[in-house]
């Protein structure tokens, strides 16, 4: 099956290349402007919009959104797995490794998956195939990248299995025959089995317990040391990302609303969307003090207003903000927020003036 | 594992002695018997009931069943009322021709309709599908004998390159096979198809692209694999009512077989026949049955543990018990 991925689209795959100095030096993985739609009976659901990311070496950018934001869709796009039908990449290009994954034929993209960017995804029930041994399924990606034999594949498989914390011999057992969190690992086994240069961990540790949690995100640590892996981080839990990321990037509605390093979005939180994901986390220092949720819904992705999709739930939000899609603002060099409010050079929001 | 099909076998005991029983309950509860077939004119009244005397049919039910279900287990099945013969030399026969058939049909079935659901579900919604879809339901609702009775019109008398009946030429069997075959093929493609399209949409499948598996091998390996579990149920089960009956097909065909004997045997209320033929091709499939469960296990890994954790729970209490003693 030599025929190309057929759901992008031609302006898509009729872009000029970026060149390596475009790219610049040591991005293993490098989205630009990326649009992903779903086009179902004629019915738009826009995704992903514009999406701009850059992963290096040894970094891991933490992404964070609630449900429906588009982040798994985001990483879907980055291993050039978007499910066809009906998704479509319409715009943007994404480089992994330096090479533009968006133009690979399928034989092309059996090579690069796996082996120079790999998932774990984000629901070890259903993600790992219930009739093959976990050791099969986790020695399958070395046997395709590094031609490994059967039994040196399965050695590298208990390794695999010691590494996130499961005793070897229960390599030749099923799926079914573990529990929720060691499927995760074995997922996150399956992942890192090859040593990927770029990981894309789709919330790796929602299944697990908080003992386990932290081995999974020592083991993460651990790998970013041990061989310059970059990360995607997918998450809710801002916990994790302050214990791990060392960038930040907000999704809403399909859109990054507010980006930066770790340090920037946590103490100079811009966007109000983000102050409202801080302010519904419980505060370990005033007990009494009562979370205030984020009121309202995420705009139906099929149906987004044509101004800023969070203005609704926003207590900052002018006319001006249902009027037109919110620019994107640079505040420094790495940190970006898309708010129309700015466009009054005296708005600050609340989190902002307590610092 | 052989712990568990020995049971399985030994279940088939009651199994065929409540088949006996209804067998032999409804064939003399019909209101006529083998000899009410043999009642000329001129006979008396005496002679009619000397002629049920000989044929033990004077006796109340319970107690013939009874005689016959010892006899039975004693390994013998009686004579046949109408042509003597020892029913279980003559089930020798004639069950090589029905399982022969069976299977050949099987073989049709199978050859074509899992390659066509398996390509109906990847080309899900193409020209291919639809026209999968279609044969399936034409398979489907045409009637058995009369597809039969039309492949012999057109290939046997019309063009003339196959025999209309019998099986005296290895070529005999396409005909037969052809109409068990097409029949099922319908049931067998259509669950083919479903379970590729439910495992195709699968998570898992993602995963294994994610690591760079090659989309031939995600279909063939991944998504089949899985596929399999119900397609090799479906087959089995079709394999068995393909060998165990066919026995219109078989009388349209004039088939040497045991279904058309039985066809034959009932309507002459021939009973120790019937009965006999019916016994021993339920033995058939039940043996039959307990091999397609073995099977299962074998395709269905979350199957075996179970039998796997039986023993370990078994292994850990006499531990325990050992452990205890020892204290």
Redesign the interface.
């Known amino acids: 099956?030599a025929k190309r991925i057929k759901n992008i689209a031609p302006e898509v795959l009729n872009a000029p290349d970026l060149t390596p100095e475009e790219l610049g030096e040591d991005v293993m993985l490098d989205i630009r402007n990326l649009t992903v739609h779903y086009e179902v009976d004629g019915d738009v659901v826009e995704a992903v919009s514009d999406v701009t990311l850059q992963v290096k070496k040894r970094k891991t950018l933490g992404l964070v959104g609630e449900t429906g934001a588009g982040k798994t869709t985001t990483a879907?796009a980055a291993?050039n797995?978007i499910?066809d039908p009906p998704g479509i990449i319409k715009k943007g290009s994404i480089y992994v490794c330096g090479e533009n994954i968006l133009k690979k034929r399928?034989?092309e993209?059996?090579?690069?998956?796996?082996?120079d960017i790999?998932?774990i995804?984000q629901?070890p029930m259903?993600?790992?195939?219930?009739?093959?041994?976990v050791g099969d399924?986790i020695a399958?990606?070395v046997r395709?990248?590094e031609g490994l034999s059967k039994t040196e594949a399965m050695e590298r498989a208990m390794e695999m299995l010691e590494i996130v914390g499961i005793p070897r011999n229960r390599v030749n057992?099923?799926p079914?025959?573990f529990s929720g969190g060691m499927k995760q690992r074995v997922?996150i086994a399956?992942?890192l089995a090859c040593n990927p240069r770029v990981l894309i961990a789709d919330e790796p540790t929602t299944a697990l317990d908080v003992t386990i949690q932290a081995q999974v995100l020592d083991l993460m640590r651990d790998l970013r040391m041990k061989y310059d892996t970059a990360m995607i981080m997918i998450t809710h839990d801002l916990g994790i990302v302050a214990d791990i990321c060392d960038d930040v990037a907000v999704m809403y509605a399909g859109r990054i609303i507010e980006q930066g390093t770790l340090d920037e979005v946590f103490n100079e939180t811009r966007h109000p969307y983000t102050e409202g994901l801080f302010n519904s986390l419980p505060n370990i220092h005033d007990r009494q003090a009562r979370l205030k949720p984020i009121p309202g819904l995420m705009p139906d992705p099929a149906n987004l207003p044509k101004g800023c999709a969070f203005a609704d739930r926003c207590k900052y939000a002018t006319d001006a903000c249902k009027e037109a899609r919110p620019v994107q603002r640079w505040v420094s060099d790495t940190h970006m927020v898309a708010c129309t409010a700015y466009d009054d050079p005296d708005f600050i929001i609340e989190r902002s003036k307590k610092a | 594992m052989l712990k568990y099909s020995i049971k399985r076998l030994l279940l088939l005991i009651p199994v065929l002695l409540g088949v006996t029983f209804i067998i032999y309950a409804a064939m003399n509860l019909s209101g006529t018997d083998y000899v009410d077939s043999l009642i000329t004119e001129d006979m008396t009244e005496e002679q009619v009931a000397a002629m049920r005397a000989h044929y033990g049919l004077d006796k109340p039910l319970i107690e013939r069943y009874v005689i016959y279900i010892g006899k039975m287990f004693q390994g013998d099945l009686g004579k046949s009322y109408n042509n003597g013969l020892d029913v279980w030399e003559y089930f020798k026969t004639r069950i090589g021709a029905t399982l022969y058939l069976g299977l050949m049909a099987g073989v049709v079935t199978t050859v074509l309709a899992i390659p066509l659901g398996i390509i109906a579900a990847v080309k899900n919604g193409s020209v291919i599908d639809n026209i999968c879809n279609v044969l399936g339901v034409i398979g489907l609702a045409t009637p058995n004998f009369w597809l039969g009775l039309l492949l012999i019109v057109l290939f046997a008398v019309k063009l003339k390159w196959l025999p209309v009946s019998g099986n005296e030429h290895w070529y005999s069997v396409i005909l037969p096979a052809f109409t068990i075959g097409t029949g099922h093929m319908a049931i067998q493609m259509r669950t083919t198809r479903t379970a590729m399209l439910d495992n195709l949409r699968a998570d898992y499948l993602r995963t294994a692209r994610a690591k760079g598996v090659s989309e031939r091998k995600v279909v063939t390996k991944h998504a089949l694999r899985n596929a399999l579990i119900p397609t090799v149920q479906i087959a089995l089960a079709l394999l068995s009512t393909a060998v165990g009956g066919a026995a219109l097909t078989e009388s349209v065909f004039n088939w040497p077989g045991v279904g058309k004997v039985i066809v034959d045997a009932v309507s002459k209320r021939d009973i120790p026949l019937a009965c006999g033929f019916l016994v021993l091709k339920c033995s058939i499939l039940g043996v039959f049955h307990v091999f397609t469960e073995l099977l299962n296990v074998v395709i269905d890994p979350r199957l075996k543990t179970m039998y796997v954790r039986d023993r370990k729970k078994k292994n850990d209490s006499g531990k325990k018990a050992k452990e205890a003693k020892a204290a």
């Open positions: 099956m879907l291993l797995l499910p399928p034989a993209l059996e090579k690069i998956r796996g082996q790999s998932m995804f629901d259903t993600s790992l195939n219930p009739v093959f041994t399924q399958e990606s395709i990248h057992e099923y079914h025959q997922v399956c992942a």
